[in-house]
């Protein structure tokens, strides 16, 4: 008969053996020297056009020439950012799909929705953040107002006059029922898929007033196609330095828009490590510095920790905003 082991030995090698194969696929995506090995995908919640998405390009783009492979911009829009959330917690966390993460899967959605297919904390490593912008209530120059007292005696006068936004729970959503809210008025809101198809709308006549980052829209400022008449950033912006603050004007409304790179929870600390100390150099080079902040995005250095307790503090700012502007869905 052939000889077998012991019973002993044979449950000392089986539990060997399971635990070599636990650590197979942490051993695997703990290879940060060989990352990236192919192409990383960068997942928007937003469409194509937007601030997310240029500020996604133009990372990928310094990243793509810098580490030798292509870091490809993939648009998922959809339900307040839940949708390209929900697809980067599936993922494995290898360090190949990431997100142009931003308030409104992280720190609007939790309070937004009654439900969201993650947790935004456990269910993601967030591992660099970029920096924050502001947005702010443009008007068509037909409508003959350029401050926040004009417009709001303008929409007492007209209970039909509607805003547009990014989007069902983005910040421009959250924005426009705040003040609605604080300035005792009653617009309809119009959401649209991102901010490039509002000011589309916007340009063509349909859109009367919409909500957006204010930077983003200094050109048709200057052009005389827009009239700003209020920036929820804490100060006027250098892009704008004409357009007052909602504060300035009475309003007590403060809303910025920030942006980072995180991917599935799990990830091994020297990959994120890796990962952030790639994104830090993007955001350090001049040219990027320079063309973030002409879309008004001020940047700031923040450790992997620091942006993942950022995230969890900045749920618990947004809740009241949010509830406070009857913007919960049912």
Not at 35 to 42: E, G
Request: hydrophobic share 40%; charged share 20%; no cysteine.
């Amino acid at each position: 008969m052939p000889t077998t082991a012991s019973s002993p030995m044979r449950r000392r090698l089986f539990a060997a053996g399971l635990a070599l194969a636990a650590t197979v696929p942490a051993v695997a995506w703990a290879q940060a020297g060989s990352w990236p090995s192919k192409p990383v995908r960068i997942i928007v919640s937003f469409p194509p056009g937007g601030t997310s998405d240029i500020v996604a390009r133009l990372i990928g783009q310094h990243l793509s020439e810098k580490l030798g492979q292509q870091f490809l911009v993939d648009n998922r829009p959809g339900a307040g950012g839940t949708l390209a959330g929900d697809l980067v917690k599936k993922e494995p966390p290898d360090g190949y799909t990431l997100i142009l993460a931003n308030n409104a899967p992280f720190t609007i959605a939790p309070t937004q929705f009654t439900k969201i297919p993650y947790d935004p904390i456990k269910d993601f490593t967030h591992v660099a953040y970029i920096g924050a912008s502001a947005p702010g209530l443009m008007v068509q120059p037909s409508l003959g107002v350029k401050d926040m007292k004009a417009f709001i005696e303008l929409a007492k006068k007209d209970p039909k006059m509607s805003y547009g936004s990014s989007g069902v729970g983005s910040i421009t959503h959250i924005l426009g029922e705040a003040v609605k809210k604080k300035a005792g008025i009653s617009l309809t809101h119009v959401p649209y898929k991102g901010s490039a198809p509002a000011i589309q709308d916007f340009k063509a006549g349909v859109l009367k007033t919409y909500y957006d980052l204010l930077a983003q829209n200094v050109p048709m400022l200057k052009a005389g196609e827009a009239i700003a008449v209020g920036v929820a950033a804490p100060q006027r912006i250098s892009q704008a330095p004409d357009v007052p603050t909602f504060r300035e004007q009475g309003i007590d409304i403060v809303l910025e828009n920030w942006l980072g790179v995180s991917g599935p929870a799990g990830m091994p600390d020297d990959l994120t490590k890796k990962i952030h100390a790639a994104v830090a150099d993007a955001v350090a080079q001049p040219a990027i510095k320079e063309k973030l902040g002409g879309w008004g995005v001020e940047t700031r250095v923040m450790t992997s920790a620091d942006y993942g307790k950022f995230v969890e503090t900045q749920i618990e700012v947004w809740r009241p905003l949010i509830i406070e502007a009857g913007a919960q869905q049912k």
